[in-house]
């Protein structure tokens, strides 16, 4: 049975920089065609994806965040990482980590719970 679980700090200041891992246990992040996502919602708005991390390493981003975004991977942990640097107070939101088979959003096959980020000094 696969679970993720999302951790980090809750509060970042504007301008620094937001790190989260996703824990994932029941299955390797190495594994053949499974695809690693982060995910969040910011108030007022509608679930947006950020970026994919493949079962190989490769990652990709939403070009609109590119520039600010990092996803790496850590293997020995079965960890997944996101990095989101000068952040600002719309980046606030609850951010998730999931998977899916193959690079499509229409096959999530298994999420975290979420974790809350606020943007504020």
């Known amino acids: 049975h696969v679970e993720l679980q999302e951790s980090g700090p809750g509060l970042v200041k504007p301008s620094q920089t937001l790190s989260l891992a996703c824990t994932v246990s029941?299955?390797?992040?190495?594994?053949?065609?499974?695809?690693w996502n982060w995910i969040r919602q910011c108030p007022g708005n509608g679930l947006e994806w950020i970026g994919i991390?493949?079962?190989?390493?490769?990652?990709y981003y939403i070009p609109t965040l590119e520039s600010r975004t990092s996803i790496s991977r850590y293997t020995s942990n079965n960890q997944f990482s996101l990095q989101l640097m000068s952040v600002r107070t719309e980046d606030t939101g609850v951010y998730y980590c999931?998977?899916?088979?193959?690079?499509?959003?229409?096959?999530?096959?298994?999420w975290g719970k979420g974790t809350l980020v606020t943007v504020s000094s």
């Open positions: 991390i493949s079962y190989r390493g490769n990652t």
């Open positions: 999931d998977r899916t088979n193959g690079g499509s959003r229409y096959d999530v096959d298994h």
């Open positions: 029941g299955g390797s992040i190495t594994t053949n065609y499974y695809y």
